[in-house]
Antibody
Framework: EVQLVESGGGLVQPGGSLRLSCAASGFTFSSYWMHWVRQAPGKGLVWVSRISSDGSRTAYADSVKGRFTISRDNAKNTVYLEMNNLRAEDTAVYYC???????????WGQGTLVTVSS | EIVLTQSPATLSLSPGERATLSCRASQSVSNYLAWYQQKPGQAPRLLIYDTSNRATGIPARFSGSGSGTDFTLTVSSLEPEDFAVYYCQQRSDWPYTFGQGTKLEIK
């Protein structure tokens, strides 16, 4: 059974940092691109970042470019999202997601809530 | 950035009725259009990918069609569990984008 389990969310002050983790199991992690998608409370879905299967290629939404960094450890079957200089508008549930086809997310985690507030 | 516009924002129907949801792209996405269903407190669930391919385990009452800039998700006969929010999503160009969602509610 495929599982994606996010962790690391919580309450942080504006300007602060958090690192999210997503532990994967049940599929060949090292062969799949991984993605982070977020959803602000009561709002729609926004694609945040993606990373290639070997970690050599990354991409970011303009709203997080320069502040967020995606990375992965294929030995640990884990993808990360390092978030710096957090803003109130970064408050959201963050999902990690993946699938056989790049950009088609058949696998989703349960999400982790990040709240940026003073 | 490719903007996806979904219509209607809210669709009120009864179980057994047919639902037709639309998604229009600001530029061609070829056939790289997917549909997701999301229920409160849950992660999205992939229904359709690349316009018309049903994901594993998705009932045949869900179908997708379209090409270029205009796409449709059809639910042929609504079941009680189908009432949820539906999002379209393109993977033609980065950043991948979602539509704003259509809420399918019970009439």
């Amino acid at each position: 059974e495929v599982q994606l389990v996010e962790s690391g969310g919580g309450l942080v002050q504006p300007g602060g940092s958090l690192r999210l983790s997503c532990a994967a199991s049940g599929f060949t992690f090292s062969s799949y691109w991984m993605h982070w998608v977020r959803q602000a409370p009561g709002k729609g879905l926004v694609w945040v970042s993606r990373i290639s299967s070997d970690g050599s290629r990354t991409a970011y939404a303009d709203s997080v470019k320069g502040r967020f960094t995606i990375s992965r450890d294929n030995a640990k079957n884990t993808v990360y999202l390092e978030m710096n200089n957090l803003r109130a508008e970064d408050t959201a549930v963050y999902y990690c997601a993946s699938g056989e086809k790049i950009g088609v997310n058949v696998y989703w985690g349960q999400g982790t809530l990040v709240t940026v507030s003073s | 950035e490719i903007v996806l516009t979904q219509s209607p924002a809210t669709l009120s129907l009864s179980p057994g009725e047919r639902a037709t949801l639309s998604c229009r792209a600001s530029q061609s996405v070829s056939n790289y259009l997917a549909w997701y269903q999301q229920k409160p407190g849950q992660a999205p669930r992939l229904l359709i990918y690349d316009t018309s391919n049903r994901a594993t385990g998705i009932p045949a009452r869900f179908s997708g069609s379209g090409s270029g800039t205009d796409f449709t998700l059809t639910v042929s006969s609504l079941e009680p569990e189908d009432f949820a929010v539906y999002y379209c999503q393109q993977r033609s160009d980065w950043p991948y984008t979602f539509g704003q969602g259509t809420k399918l509610e019970i009439k």
